[in-house]
């Protein structure tokens, strides 16, 4: 095969024609049938019994000659003599004859000369008689011989996944070893930052994700796959890893290293030890893929980010793994729907992860680092190099993920462990978009949401030329300044806010902040905010400069995107406080200080309103048992509930 010039992107056509060229060999060997589960057939199952082997009674009754029974009715039965019963697992034998019937119970024998069997409903018995009120045909209440299965018959075909219908098959005709096909799939995960699940997360660090998605991924196309753990960014164990997995294996899947950074040398250890076929794919997520050959034993080089290392492994190495097998090939389940929000794409192909609420479609894509780009997606859509635009209405093509369960609403804005409290309660699904108290406006305006959870202070301006600051306002403002006329403002609760610190801080006010090491919230959170209006009275209180009170404190400047990155900046000691609700404090065992309550609200699109799912959302809401269930630091109060329009 010509080789591809390095670092020549190749288009997705050309990449899937490298891949289907490559000799992936399985072997065949033989599982007990309680260990074939996921596995593909090597072979066709041919019967060599009748299933069932016998005639047998699908109903408790009583097993008899139709012909006897023609003259009966419910007034006047027809009497026969009882020869005795048969239970299911008899061997017993009978002979009806004119005029006789045997008892029988489901999944028994039917005896000689029976060709029906009278449902027990329709029967009683006396002194050794059986009294039949109701008629039956031949082979009524039967099931034949070799009825569900023929001797002789091809059960499965070769290149059949066993799922569990399968198991329960090849168990009815006494299959206890079943020949299968074993592709064994090695998988290496690369680089210095990885680290294995459960072991302790040092600073720096993150877990290995790809190793178990690639090995579920290989599993549930039947494949084997081989675990051979994290390998450093070093050239001499990189080497070695491949050597033993191209001894050991029909196909290696590896993930990272694969860029053209001074680490990344996956492509140079090929080059050595084999051929390179192609390095890079024009493709998002997933550029940086290596295709290659060492001693004819087929190599991908995967990227490191896990969005992108699956999206690459489902579009590209899946359908090679099956193909391979001889397994059938998968059919994709595809759903329409309609963008919910413009998009622009980026001028080359593009695989982009998406969520599917009511028909409407959303970017799922949290950048090619986050895992939740898939897990919170439903399929994905495929945009090819000429599409730059995607206008919101757009009918779309979604590829699923499989089964999924879509969720109910879209819900963006600042997070808050009342959302889970109301999920729980009002038995829907949300999708939540944690993007701050900002975000989740624009997400409103911009229609890509259902519901914002908003918490954005304003002060209510008073006096001349309002140069003094009244009470804080919490959310109608923003909405009335941004002109959000299609959307109501639902009042929800209220929610302590202050400072997060260690249990022996000598902290126990903003007034103490100058000199300690604060890890503040993100610009456009209402918590932000919050703190920002508070410094402010308290400079006044003081007389001294707002800004030189916060110029005194180290990290004022700074903006972690969540409370649990606050939370944890402080626990480990890279910040003296930082700024939350109580909530947080109290799982992750900080002491709470708290300076304010502020009113977490939900903005509600107004085209949503009369959804079911938005009507059962605003019921849970006003219910006594979700102001019973909301954890420390969250109370309802007289408003919660309360709807607020804007013209």
Do not use: W
Request: aromatic content about 6%.
């Amino acid at each position: 095969m010509k080789r591809k010039e390095f670092r020549e992107l190749v288009s997705v056509e050309e990449a899937r024609r490298i891949i289907n060229s490559l000799q992936v060999r399985p072997e065949k060997e033989s599982l007990a049938l309680e260990n074939a589960h996921g596995k593909i057939l090597a072979e066709d199952i041919i019967t060599e019994i009748n299933v069932p082997p016998f005639p047998r009674a699908v109903m408790d009754g009583y097993a008899v000659r139709a012909e006897d029974t023609y003259a009966c009715s419910e007034t006047e039965p027809v009497k026969l003599r009882l020869l005795g019963n048969i239970p299911a697992g008899s061997d017993a034998k009978f002979t009806v004859s004119a005029g006789e019937a045997v008892e029988i119970a489901t999944g028994a024998p039917i005896p000689e000369g029976a060709d029906a069997v009278v449902m027990v409903e329709y029967t009683s018995e006396e002194n050794g008689t059986a009294l039949i009120f109701r008629p039956v045909t031949g082979g009524e209440n039967i099931m034949k011989a070799g009825s569900d299965i023929l001797k002789g018959e091809r059960v499965l075909r070769r290149g059949r996944k066993l799922g569990t219908r399968e198991i329960g098959v090849l168990a009815s005709i006494g299959k206890k070893e079943v020949p299968v096909l074993r592709l064994q799939v090695g998988i290496i995960s690369t680089g210095d930052e990885l680290t294995n699940p459960g072991e302790t997360l040092a600073s720096g660090k993150v877990y290995d994700a790809n190793s178990y998605t690639l090995y579920a991924g290989v599993q549930e196309c039947g494949a084997s796959p081989l675990l051979y753990g994290i390998v450093k960014d070093n050239e001499s164990v990189m080497g070695k890893a491949l050597e033993t997995a191209v001894s050991e294996c029909a196909l290696i899947l590896t993930s990272g290293s694969t860029s053209s950074g001074a680490g990344d040398v996956m492509y140079r250890l090929i080059d050595e030890a084999g051929e390179t076929l192609a390095h890079g794919i024009n493709i998002k997520p997933g550029k940086p893929v290596i295709i290659g050959v060492i001693k004819d034993i087929p190599i991908i080089g995967l990227p490191g980010n896990p969005t992108s290392a699956l999206m690459i492994f489902n579009e590209f190495v899946a359908p090679l793994l099956r193909k391979s097998l001889g397994a059938e090939a998968e059919i994709r389940k595809t759903e329409e729907g309609i963008m919910g929000t413009d998009l622009r794409s980026e001028g080359r192909q593009q695989l982009l992860p998406v969520g599917m609420v009511r028909g409407r479609v959303y970017p799922a894509d949290r950048g090619s680092g986050a895992i939740t780009s898939l897990s919170g997606a439903d399929g994905f859509i495929e945009i090819q190099p000429k599409t730059e635009f995607i206008e919101a209405g757009t009918p779309v093509e979604v590829t699923l993920f499989g089964e999924v369960e879509k969720p109910d609403l879209l819900i963006a804005g600042g997070f808050c462990p009342g959302l889970d409290v109301l999920e729980d309660l009002s038995g829907l699904r949300f999708r939540t978009l944690y993007s701050g108290s900002s975000g989740g406006f624009s997400a409103i305006a911009a229609g890509t949401a259902d519901i914002a959870g908003v918490n954005m202070p304003s002060r209510h301006p008073e006096g001349q030329n309002g140069t003094l600051q009244g009470e804080i306002r919490y959310n109608t403002p923003t909405v009335e300044a941004m002109s959000l006329s299609g959307a109501v403002l639902v009042k929800g609760y209220r929610r302590e806010v202050g400072l997060l610190v260690r249990q022996d801080t000598p902290i126990s006010g903003l007034e103490d902040l100058p000199g300690k090491r604060l890890i503040n919230r993100n610009r456009g959170s209402g918590t932000r905010a919050l703190l920002e209006m508070k410094i402010e009275e308290l400079a006044k209180e003081r007389g001294i400069s707002k800004k030189g009170f916060t110029d005194s404190i180290p990290g004022y400047v700074s903006g972690a995107k969540s409370e649990v990155a606050v939370c944890e900046a402080v626990h480990s000691g890279k910040a003296d406080a930082g700024v939350g609700i109580r909530n947080c404090a109290e799982r992750t065992g900080l002491k709470f200080v708290k300076f304010a309550e502020e009113e977490y609200d939900f903005l509600v699109r107004k085209e949503v309103l009369d959804a079911p799912e938005v009507i059962r959302f605003l019921q849970t809401l006003s219910s006594t048992e979700f102001a019973s269930k909301l954890p420390a630091g969250l109370q309802v109060y007289e408003r919660t509930g309360e709807i607020i329009p804007f013209e």
